[in-house]
């Protein structure tokens, strides 16, 4: 994966959608040229390669020139907020810029006196939701790239000629799960048009005879599958299905199993800070594998370690699938981490906030312990909203809560208080829509007369959602 050679014997599609498809002959040139272009332009000051995409087809082939030419990849989308953008890039300071739809090269260099660390390790940084306003960047190791891909091999069934499945944005690590085994093993990729949301989902015609690896979130698949013509009969070659993101829920995987009968279904699971995913467990009768509603979502077995958090179990996750570190935040360098004297990536650690069940030693995810929701399968920081609201000048205090509906968010609503005559919902949505990326943005801001306090002098999340 990191050498051009890699890739010069595969053969047959690459990557295709609808409208088109490229070649492995096609891939590999395009990936020679692009290497040559950064090689020509690349100074030793240059610390990533930025891929601004659109989420175009030919994207997987600047990822594979980022891993060829040994310098960290960030993707950005195109439409993400410009103070975001502007943010990620005074954090890398210097590097080389790829637009994915003109194919464009070139140089950046920001004025920044003091720029993080990034170390020499480092495959690629994805920025997310972080609870102060600012995009945290989680740095992945290459060698947590390698771990992925035999985790990957070793879990799921091998197929011949297999395409995996892309429905996440770019700027997700889920897409990371279909692109990594693609490059590793020099398969096909399906890139999904975006669409309508219960729009049929149709093979392109250079896929047709290829064994589908589906990956997506549940919440992708349960807007598909409204669609009732969505079953074995109308994508025949399904071997897998490969949910990862947050719960599958019972109802889903037996409606799968149901239209699928002969296929596959996973429930995977992992935190962007530990390469993707760390764990899959096969679900193949959702009743008898459920244990108080949930799908259980590993075993419990290294390197997940249940820590007992006073309010149920907190899991974390060890080993050198964890993250380096958070970009520029060094205070994550701590031993919960990295251990401080060996620097070894095998002694990291990372408590993933995810409160679980343990059973029959299998382990069942049942809430997050802080503010983190996934919200029609995008990671949200609640408190990053927050953080937002409290420099609007109208705003004295908020509190923005996930409403939801039979277990599952249904729209996010922030509580507000403001003295301001001047207090407008549409102006603050305007606020917020310059830093957050649109799924980001609540859909209702709630002008409130106070903030209910519980008997405890606690703010009162109960009172609130009763307003909601
Ligand atoms: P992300 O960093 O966007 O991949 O989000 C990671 C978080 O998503 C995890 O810490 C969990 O809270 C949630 N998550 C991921 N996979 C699952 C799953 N299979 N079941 C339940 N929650 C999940």
Not at 69 to 81: E, H, N, R
Not at 136 to 148: A, N
């Amino acid at each position: 994966m990191f050498s051009l050679n890699h890739y010069s014997d595969f053969s047959g599609t690459a990557v295709a959608c609808q409208e088109r498809s490229i070649s492995w002959a096609s891939f590999y040139k395009e990936l020679v040229d692009c290497c040559q272009r950064i090689a020509e332009l690349r100074r030793s000051k240059h610390r990533a390669i930025i891929i601004m995409h659109d989420e175009d087809l030919a994207y997987p082939v600047y990822v594979a020139a980022a891993l060829v030419s040994d310098l960290p990849f960030v993707p950005i989308c195109k439409t993400d907020p410009e103070h975001k953008t502007k943010q990620i890039l005074n954090k890398i300071g210097s590097g080389i810029c790829i637009d994915t739809s003109s194919g464009l090269i070139k140089t950046f260099e920001r004025k920044a006196l003091d720029v993080p660390t990034i170390p020499a390790s480092t495959a690629y940084i994805i920025f997310t939701s972080g609870s102060t306003g600012d995009p945290k960047g989680v740095m992945i190791d290459k060698h947590s790239i390698l771990g992925f891909v035999d985790w990957f091999n070793s879990n799921f069934p091998a197929m011949p000629s297999t395409a995996y499945s892309l429905s996440a944005s770019y700027s997700f690590d889920l897409s990371l799960m279909s692109i990594f085994p693609f490059l590793a093993n020099g398969q096909s990729i399906w890139r999904l048009e975006k669409g309508e949301a219960n729009e049929l989902p149709t093979v392109p015609n250079s896929l047709k005879e290829h064994n589908i690896h589906w990956v997506s979130t549940p919440s992708f698949m349960q807007l598909k599958l409204l669609n009732k013509a969505l079953n074995e009969n109308s994508i025949a070659n399904i071997g897998v299905f490969n949910f990862c993101g947050e719960a599958l829920s019972i109802q889903l995987a037996k409606k799968l199993k149901d239209r699928f009968p002969k296929s596959r279904v996973f429930n995977s699971y992992g935190p962007t800070e530990a390469t993707i995913a760390i764990s899959t467990v096969e679900i193949e009768q959702p009743d008898q594998q459920s244990f108080n509603s949930l799908l259980p979502i590993a075993k419990l077995q290294y390197p997940l370690q249940l820590l007992d958090s006073g309010n149920g179990f907190e899991l974390q996750i060890n080993g050198p699938q964890v993250m380096s570190a958070y970009l520029g935040e060094a205070i994550l360098n701590t031993p919960d981490i990295v251990n401080t004297v060996s620097k070894e990536p095998v002694a990291r650690r990372y408590k993933t906030g995810d409160i679980v069940d343990l059973n029959k030693g299998h382990i069942y995810f049942k809430d997050r312990a802080d503010s983190l929701v996934k919200y029609r399968g995008y990671r949200i920081d609640l408190s990053e909203i927050d953080a937002i609201l409290a420099e609007h000048q109208h705003i004295e205090f908020s509190k923005t809560l996930a409403i939801s509906k039979d277990n599952s968010i249904i729209r996010l609503v922030s509580f507000c208080l403001s003295e301001s005559p001047a207090f407008c919902e549409n102006r603050v949505k305007t606020h917020l829509s310059k830093r957050l990326p649109q799924y980001a943005i609540p859909s209702e801001i709630r002008l409130v007369d106070s903030i209910p306090i519980s008997k405890r002098h606690k703010l009162s999340t109960a009172a609130l959602l009763e307003l909601g």
